[in-house]
Nanobody
């Protein structure tokens, strides 16, 4: 059974930074892509970023490019999302997910295990 535990969310002022972490267990971590998605109130869950199994390939939604950085430490079975220059529109619950294959995907159906989510609130 795969388990994902997210941490690092919180309340921050616009322009500030947060670092999200997602610890995984129950699957060979380096064999699968990891993704971050977010869901704001009343909106669909949307893709934010993804990283390939060995970390050599990353992808970002346009709205976070240049501000967010995804990384992973396969020795610690953990994926990170460093979020800088945060904006109020980044406010959402952020979810990490384990991909079905090694290559990153922007599609929700490209992931088969999800964390419980961590709240990120950016005040203006």
């Amino acid at each position: 059974q795969v388990q994902l535990v997210e941490s690092g969310g919180g309340l921050v002022q616009a322009g500030g930074s947060l670092r999200l972490s997602c610890a995984s267990s129950g699957r060979t971590f380096s064999g699968y892509a990891m993704g971050w998605f977010r869901q704001a109130p009343g909106k669909e869950r949307e893709f934010v970023s993804a990283i390939s199994g060995r970390g050599g390939s990353t992808d970002y939604v346009d709205s976070v490019k240049g501000r967010f950085t995804i990384s992973r430490d396969n020795a610690k079975n953990t994926v990170y999302l460093q979020m800088n220059s945060l904006k109020p529109e980044d406010t959402a619950v952020y979810y990490c997910a384990v991909g079905k294959v090694r290559a990153p995907s922007r599609r929700r159906d490209g992931y088969d295990y999800w964390g419980q989510g961590t709240q990120v609130t950016v005040s203006s």
